[in-house]
């Protein structure tokens, strides 16, 4: 499964997912190379947001081309 879970400033980030029994069978990679092909046509830019220790899921935005450009660093406040 995959789509675009929201468009800001022209940016669109694709979300994927794909259930274990069909992992590793290039599914995933065809589904964001097709979702980031329309969002180009339409003049968005897709975006891939992704765990760095989701070393699958990195793999997949590898062989579709996206390159990191930026990392973000969530931080959890706790209050005592």
Do not use: H
Request: with cysteine; hydrophobic share 40%; glycine share 4%.
């Amino acid at each position: 499964m995959g789509y675009v879970s929201n468009i800001i400033d022209n940016l669109a980030n694709i979300v994927i997912q794909t259930e274990e029994e069909y992992r590793n069978l290039g599914y995933a990679t065809k589904v964001v190379e097709k979702i980031s092909r329309e969002c180009i046509q339409k003049g968005i830019i897709p975006t891939y947001w992704v765990e760095t220790k989701n070393k699958i899921s990195m793999n997949v935005a590898k062989n579709v081309g996206f390159r990191l450009i930026s990392k973000e660093i969530v931080l959890k406040v706790i209050e005592k």
